[in-house]
Each structure stands twice: as C-alpha cells, then as structure tokens.
C-alpha cells in the first residue's frame, strides 16, 4: 500500500516540464537534477514533496521528448506514483522501467493536498481526505515484479528472465 499527499497538476505536463532541457548538464548528477523536478509547472515542488507524494494529473502527462531520467528524477524526489487521465507511452514505459508506478484514472476527483492510499495490486486509490475511491486498471503481474524490484535492470539482475 501506498500512501501519501497529492500535488495536482494538469493537462499537458511535458517532459520539460518534468525535467527542464536547460539542466540537461545535470543528467550526471541525478540527485542534483531532483531538486529541479517539476520545476517548470511548479517551481516550489521539489521543495515540498515527502517521500510518499503523489504526482495526480490530467491529460497527457509525460508528453514530449524520451528523457529516461524524467521518470527517473520523480522517483529519487519521493514520489511514490503518478495519477493521470492518461500519459504518454514513452514516458509510461520509462516509469515502470525505472520503478515508478504509473496509474491512469479519473484524477478529476482528486484535490491538491488530499490523502491518498493506492492498492496497486487491487487497483483502487483510496482518497482519505474526501472518502472518493478510483479505480485503475489492475497491473499485469510481471510489471508488478519489476515495480516490485525497483526497475527493469534490478529485476532482470535478480531473476535473468521474465517470469511469466
């Protein structure tokens, strides 16, 4: 189960949004690139993310060019997953591969600042603050094994194959 608050965004984010191309000195430095995470759709989010949050969404998160490290800085900045009506492929894969948990659901119901649990073995995002609860898709069970290991490279470290 995780849990933690939601910090709302919209349609639209982009992966220079995520990660601003002016950084790109920084791709060496994964750390340092996380504290610049969002900045371009909210300058304070780095800052007040705890481990646990959320990124929730509208359309289209994640749009844009293929920058790996854009999933990459969400995870190390302590977001525990993405909520969204619906991202883009690349990025969708990006995630999971990095062990970023990515959920497409009807995050119109969500307000920022709000408590939510998500079972990502059910597919249900409990939000606590309002008593809404959403439904996702549920995961396949060898996505779950590599959101499980943290990513594709420890799940293939530890098991040499997919388990299928």
Do not use: W
């Amino acid at each position: 189960m995780l849990r933690g608050r939601a910090f709302k965004f919209g349609d639209g984010i982009s992966t220079d949004h995520i990660v601003p191309g002016r950084l790109a000195h920084l791709r060496s430095n994964l750390p340092e690139l996380a504290k610049h995470v969002m900045e371009d759709a909210d300058p304070t989010f780095a800052a007040r993310v705890k481990p646990g949050g959320f990124i929730v969404a509208g359309r289209n998160f994640g749009l844009g060019s293929s920058r790996e490290h854009a999933a990459l800085v969400i995870k190390l900045a302590g977001v525990s997953a993405v909520l969204a009506q619906s991202v883009a492929r690349v990025f969708f894969r990006n995630a999971i591969n990095q062990g970023l948990p990515v959920l497409i659901c009807d995050t119109a119901r969500i307000d920022d600042g709000d408590e939510l649990a998500v079972d990502l073995v059910v597919g249900v995002v409990n939000d606590i603050t309002n008593g809404n609860k959403l439904y996702f898709s549920r995961i396949p069970r060898v996505m779950l094994g590599i959101l499980d290991e943290g990513g594709l490279i420890p799940y293939i470290q530890k098991y040499g194959d997919f388990k299928l």
